[in-house]
Structures are given as structure tokens and as C-alpha cells.
């Protein structure tokens, strides 16, 4: 089964002389637990396919089949319950005067689970902070923490797909090992479906099966990431990313 299956997607910002074209008619599946990866240059559409999945774009058309559900115009609350996103910056997506617990505790009252204080223990565990993190306030923390407190928050209602959006790059270097390792053992113990978007061909072989490749909104083409560290690009513009990260891929 496909978790995601994306068809001619188009998104614009603006219109008439304004109209930005964002993507362009872009189309992709992701299978059930899969790790897909979006790479390509700054301005290329990455975090627009992201967003327009989340329903956070207002202007988009094409075909969206996500977790089962044909999307439209607005997203339900049982969308949110299964497909989650977690930011490139913990720091902005944590609001400073509330608590890890209350962090929690909020989306899990809202998506109507049972059993939270329990469930609070777990997802601390789940993401290697453990109970002594519970009461902390955002600035009580360090980057690679707040940003575990950002993917317990993306698990909390146990979605089976993450939108997962430069996860590690406002990250020190020597903590975007950790997060990357968390990531991929989160995957495997709750059967998750990732779309990543990286500029970082390090981070999305570490993370992902396949990559889709993209400039000026368009698919330049999907390769495996055995063929990326290959270097066996089709596409001169692939060949050409790749060569420049050849230290980050092999
Ligand atoms: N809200 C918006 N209004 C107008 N234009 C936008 C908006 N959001 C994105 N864009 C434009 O859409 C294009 C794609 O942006 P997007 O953020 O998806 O690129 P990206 O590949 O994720 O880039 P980066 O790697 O720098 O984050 C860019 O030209 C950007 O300026």
C-alpha cells in the first residue's frame, strides 16, 4: 500500500503578475513505511510539497491520496491524528511559556487519547529524554533536546506518516547524529512512513530509501540512494548535486 500518492501537483503563491509557481506538476508515491527524501537547491519547492501535504498552502491542484484519505481543501482532525510535522527550528515551533508536559499533554487532549499522564512517560523514553524533562520549559533545554520534545509532540497522537522538514539542520553538528539515529529507530519501532526534506545529501542517505530531486518546483528525477552514493544520476543537473557532496554521501 502506498501511505502517499502525490499526482501532477501544482502550487502558486499570488496571482496575476504576482503569481509565484512554487511546484510544478510534480508526482511521487511513497510506500507504507518508507523514507522519501526531497533534495535539490534553496527555492526549489521542498517545504512547499511538505506544506501543501499538511494543508498549509491555500492554492495547490492535482491529487493528493494520504494515509488513506483523498484530500481536499481542508484537512480533518483525524488527518492530523495520523499524518504530523515536525520544523527544521524546535526553538520557534515550541511555544517558551509552556512545559514539555503541557507541550504534550495539549495535543493529545486534542486528538481525544486516553491515558496521558502514561503516555507522557513513554513518548520521553521513546525519544531518550526520560522523566527528568517532564516539568522543563523550552529554554531549559538544548537544541537536539527541544527538538526531541518536537518529535515526541509530532508522535504524540501516534500518526503513522511524519513530515519531517530539515530536522536536524538548526542542529550543532554533533547532535544531528543523535536526531538522525533517534529517527531512524522511531521509524522502525512505530512502522512509520517519512517525507524528509534535507539540502543535506548525508542526512537524507542516512535517513532515506529513495530520493526525489528537484529544481525550480519540478521533479528532476527519483533515485535510490544506493544509486545516489553510486553517483548514478541520469540527469546532468543530479549528477552535478551529487558531485558537489561527494564527501557527505559515501
Ligand atoms: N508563502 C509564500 N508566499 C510566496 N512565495 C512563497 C511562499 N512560500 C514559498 N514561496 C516561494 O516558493 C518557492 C519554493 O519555496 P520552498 O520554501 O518550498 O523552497 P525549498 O526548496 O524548501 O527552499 P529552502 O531549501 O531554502 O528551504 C520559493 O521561490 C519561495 O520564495
Keep these: 500500500m502506498n501511505a502517499i500518492d502525490i499526482s501532477n501537483l501544482d502550487v502558486w503563491f499570488g496571482s496575476g503578475a504576482d503569481r509565484a509557481d512554487a511546484v510544478r506538476d510534480v508526482s511521487f508515491k511513497v510506500a507504507d ?5 526531497l533534495v535539490g537547491e534553496s527555492g526549489s519547492g521542498k517545504s512547499t510539497i511538505l506544506r501543501a501535504i499538511a494543508g498549509l498552502v491555500p492554492t495547490w491542484s492535482g491529487e493528493m491520496t494520504v494515509a488513506g484519505e483523498t484530500l481536499g481543501v481542508r484537512r480533518s482532525k483525524a488527518f492530523y491524528r495520523k499524518v504530523q510535522m515536525v520544523f527544521q527550528d524546535p526553538y520557534a515551533s515550541l511555544h517558551p511559556r509552556q512545559s514539555v508536559d503541557r507541550v504534550l499533554s495539549e495535543t493529545m487532549g486534542l486528538h481525544g487519547v486516553t491515558d496521558i499522564d502514561k503516555r507522557i512517560g513513554r513518548l520521553l523514553d521513546d525519544v531518550g529524554l526520560g522523566p527528568g524533562f517532564r516539568f522543563r520549559y523550552p529554554h531549559q533545554l538544548s537544541g537536539g533536546q527541544r527538538q526531541r520534545v518536537a518529535i515526541a ?6 500518526p503513522s506518516i511524519l513530515l519531517l522538514d530539515e530536522p536536524t539542520s538548526a542542529l550543532d553538528v554533533s547532535v544531528q547524529g543523535e536526531i538522525l539515529n533517534l529517527l531512524t529507530d522511531l521509524r522502525q519501532e512505530h512502522k512509520l512512513t517519512y517525507v524528509m526534506v534535507s539540502h543535506d545529501l548525508g542526512v537524507v542517505g542516512h535517513l532515506c530509501e529513495r530520493i526525489g530531486v528537484m529544481k525550480e518546483g519540478r521533479f528532476v528525477e527519483v533515485l535510490a540512494v544506493d544509486e545516489m552514493r553510486r553517483l548514478e544520476a541520469r ?9 558537489s557532496s561527494i564527501n557527505s554521501i559515501r
Design 153 to 158: 509532540r509530532g508522535l504524540a497522537c501516534e
Design 33 to 37: 513505511g518508507e523514507s522519501f527524501g
Design 235 to 243: 540527469e546532468p543537473y543530479t549528477r552535478h548535486l551529487l558531485e
